[in-house]
């Protein structure tokens, strides 16, 4: 008779707790930040410009294939992964302007700001060209987690 209480109280709070569930809580790589307004005044340096950012995050506990993956703006600026891999629960960040890339940090090498600081959406596409994320912001702060 507990053991019939214990599943049916179960199978009632699983599709509660399914609702509940962060849709980023699924394995997969998608949006993890975006810092689309750097520190003090937009000075177009490339200090500047690295302070604008997207950071990913695999939510999997396998490594993800990102060459060819995009991240792209609503204006259609897209920055193109080269050969990446994403290792389980890591997380890598793009940056706007110039820099070294690293596993864990790569560079949009753009010479201008990408976010609008007024709201703007990143997406995030599969090499196929497949939506794996998006994310859209205001301006009513500096960064959005998403």
């Known amino acids: ?66 060459t060819g993956w995009t991240i792209r703006d609503a204006a259609n600026h897209v920055y193109t992964f080269g050969s990446s891999t994403l ?18 940090h790569r560079y949009w090498s753009s010479g201008a700001y990408i976010w609008n600081n007024t709201g703007d959406t990143a997406y995030l596409r599969r090499a196929d060209g497949t939506t794996a994320d998006e994310c859209s912001f205001g301006s009513t702060a500096d960064d959005k987690l998403c």
């Open 87 to 104: 290792a389980g629960g890591a997380t890598v960040t793009v940056h706007t302007g110039s820099g070294t890339n690293t596993s864990s």
């Open 1 to 66: 008779m507990r053991a019939r209480v214990v599943t049916a109280i179960l199978s009632a709070l699983v599709p509660v707790l399914a609702l509940a569930t962060p849709a980023h809580a699924a394995p997969g790589v998608n949006i993890y930040r975006v810092y689309y307004d750097s520190p003090g005044s937009d000075t177009g340096s490339n200090t500047s410009l690295n302070a604008e950012y997207v950071t990913l995050k695999n939510y999997g506990t396998t490594t993800k294939t990102l």
